[in-house]
């Protein structure tokens, strides 16, 4: 979708390894999100960015970092994957004041083997 | 206990039906958003209310604040309707998402 880019858009990685999913806006939105869905779980929130150097952990944080160098960009890294974080992830970003509405990207289907 | 609830969780209807998903939450919104997602597909935001009722085509969404309930329904529906509706509430910057409503129209 227009304004809003996710990648990759899918992994596979083993067990143990590093890795970072990037999400890229042209939207200048000032939140960005970080969200794993996961069956019969719903979406969650990992962390989310509300400027930049500005982030802060949602409810399933453990085993994420988050960094936001730049306004288009927010960065998700799994430090050490682990079988558990085999999910669906989806970067929203939205505009500050209330009014803009939420827009998500495509997702990263990421397996963790 | 979840801030928000959706009913029902499946529903399978006929091509035509008039189609309704429930919302109902417990904690205090700026807003309320409905969102579809088709099977291996990426998410849409159909509305966002803060109060009353919108139209977009074919799908209509309501609000009541004061029952904390919203409602989606779906005129003369179609089998491309068939997808995941998610209601997600709006608070304190950051939304709660229910877990959804999977609807199937049979052709």
């Known amino acids: 979708d227009a304004g809003i880019t996710q990648s990759p858009r899918h992994k596979v990685t083993e067990t143990g390894t590093p890795v970072t999913l990037r999400c890229h806006q042209t939207e200048n939105h000032r939140y960005m999100y970080w969200y794993r869905q996961d069956p019969g779980h719903g979406l969650r929130l990992i962390h989310y960015s509300y400027g930049v150097k500005d982030t802060d952990k949602g409810e399933v944080s453990d085993g994420y970092s988050v960094s936001r160098s730049k306004t288009e960009d927010f960065l998700l890294t799994l430090e050490s994957a682990t079988s558990s974080q085999t999910s669906v992830y989806f970067c929203?970003?939205?505009?500050?004041?209330?009014?803009?509405?939420?827009?998500f990207g495509s997702g990263t289907r990421l397996t963790v083997v | 206990k979840n801030e928000v609830e959706q009913s029902p969780q499946n529903l399978t209807a006929q091509e035509g039906e008039f189609i309704t998903i429930n919302c109902s939450y417990s904690?205090?919104?700026?807003?309320l958003h409905w969102l579809q997602q088709h099977p291996g597909g990426g998410i849409v935001s159909l509305f966002m209310l803060s109060s009353g009722k919108k139209k977009h085509g074919r799908l209509i969404a309501t609000i009541n604040i004061q029952e904390k309930h919203s409602s989606l329904h779906i005129t003369a529906s179609h089998p491309r309707d068939s997808a995941v509706y998610i209601c997600a509430l709006e608070r304190d910057d950051k939304i709660i998402f229910g877990k959804g409503t999977r609807l199937h129209i049979l052709p």
């Open positions: 904690v205090g919104i700026s807003a």
């Open positions: 929203a970003i939205t505009g500050t004041g209330g009014g803009y509405g939420y827009t």
